[in-house]
């Protein structure tokens, strides 16, 4: 592509993309050119990379067709802010940060207002060793625009979920609850079972009674057992709660089970409905009565 990006934020992510797409020449500001401590690392970085570093996030993004933003979250709305400032009319802008949809529908009315055109896209996989070939979801009006500009960045696996700003970002969040959850609760789990002892035991057990179903399966399942159990479970995990505290391990993953499990199993659905959906309304009519 004879066009290069500009592209705020340097880290893993810029770094992999500019380097496996050979995006020499492309402009780039970091942040941490702005730190004495990070400074000369950072120009390493640039140099490396073949990127020209620019001081001021502004340069980075004049005149640029398509911008990347790929900075940490807590960043994301502060350079969209700035990025608007700068922005060339009619430039793509591609929100890539992992934020709520409510950040990138901010970060939207941002970048529209001064003339570009936003694009909400949610990375799906890591960047390494995915590279080029990381799955992306597009969102937005401009969604079909961005899918072509970054096909010829050299991406190779972009999908359009819609057309509007925050549901790209909604599939990334809300399938985060479980990847991270799942994380978070493996870490709490073995670690209480290394402190006691067991962890041979533990994941024989996990082995032993854990058969693989579609997502979809496992989670009518699921909410079929707290539906009827979820008060019996709750007090099953306040003394799980007792056994990770005695332990010293951590038990803050299990605390929320507890209270997601007894704020189920108090709205006392005896007879769950078949299906997903159906238990899914049951669960939202019944929530709402109760409030």
Known sequence: METMPGLIGFGEAGRTFATAGGWSGARVHDRLTDRPDGNAAMRAAYALAGVGGCDRLADAVRDAPVILSLVTADQALAVATAAAAAIAPGALYCDMNS?????????????????????????????????????????????????????????????????????ASSIKMIRSVMVKGMEAL??????????????????????????????????????????????????????????????????????GTVLRQRAIGELGVQRPAPGLAAKIGQINDDSRHAA
């Open 99 to 167: 934020v709520a949809p409510d950040t990138k529908r901010a970060a939207a009315r941002l970048i529209e207002a001064a003339g570009g055109h936003y694009v909400d896209v949610a990375v799906m996989a890591p960047v390494d060793p995915a590279r080029l070939s990381v799955p992306l979801l597009l969102s937005g009006g401009a969604a079909d625009a961005a899918q072509v500009a970054l096909a010829a960045l050299g991406f190779a696996r972009i999908d359009i979920v819609g057309g509007e700003v925050g549901r």
């Open 186 to 255: 493996t870490a709490e789990c073995a670690l209480a079972a290394a402190a006691a002892g067991v962890s041979a035991e533990v994941f024989a057990s996990l082995d032993a009674s854990d058969r693989a179903k579609p997502w979809a399966a496992r989670a009518d399942y699921n909410l079929d057992r707290m539906m009827i159990h979820g008060l019996r479970r709750a007090a099953e995990m306040e003394e799980a709660v007792k056994t990770l505290d005695a332990l010293g391990t951590g038990s803050a993953m299990t605390r």
